[in-house]
């Protein structure tokens, strides 16, 4: 999927809907649910590849861990304020993955809501910037805060806005904030240089 120069017109990317009132996206991983057996790989909630070397999803957890070594990652993009648990910085440490800590708070009453846009412009220099990929962006449930950092890369990548918000809201499901959609719509991208495309990657 390419970051399109120029003032190109957006490109809708239709996103199916259909058959699913579930809370989680329809084409995310879902954990598994019954014993954990030797070997199994569980991806953490509401996980989902974004572009090349770039995920995102909910909160790891120890039962995540060896999913996440499947990714390779180099960097995890972290947007809440409470400190990272001690377990997950262990792994990060024993594999070599860089923390980049984006403190937004979450609220459950979207009129308090308020994404500070100066962090979100940090947190997508970051997604950006191809030696921190392969990365994983997630917040606490991959929803909201994670939603709007992945809906203002896609404005950089040129999708319409029609395309975004169903995006978001295949996450956020019920929990869709106008909030959220506000912002991405606002967001203004012109002060960041986009590469030409996004490619995989590989710490070796």
């Known amino acids: 999927m390419r970051l399109q120069n120029g003032d190109r017109s957006s490109t809708c990317h239709p996103i199916d809907n259909s058959g699913s009132d579930d809370d989680s996206p329809a084409e995310s991983y879902s954990p598994a649910l019954d014993g954990a057996g030797e070997g199994l790989l569980v991806p ?60 937004i708070e979450g609220s459950k009453e979207p009129p308090l809501v308020n994404i500070p846009e100066e962090k979100i412009r940090e947190a997508l220099r970051v997604v950006l910037d191809e030696k921190n990929r392969p990365l994983l962006i997630h917040c606490k449930r991959g929803k909201h805060r994670t939603g709007s950092l992945v809906g203002c890369l896609r404005k950089l990548q040129k999708w319409c806005l029609t395309s975004i918000f169903n995006e978001y809201q295949r996450y956020a499901a019920e929990k869709a904030r106008v909030s959220d959609l506000r912002f991405m719509e606002l967001f203004d991208i012109s002060g960041f240089k986009q590469p030409p495309t996004f490619s995989s990657h590989s710490k070796n």
Do not use: H, K, W
């Open 44 to 103: 953490p909630l509401n996980f989902s590849m974004v572009d090349y070397g770039v995920f995102r999803s909910g909160f790891p957890d120890i039962a995540n861990f060896a999913f996440l070594q499947t990714l390779g990652l180099r960097s995890i993009i972290y947007l809440c304020p409470e400190p990272y648990p001690e377990a997950n910085m262990e792994f990060l440490n024993a594999n070599g993955i860089r923390l980049f800590q984006f403190a």
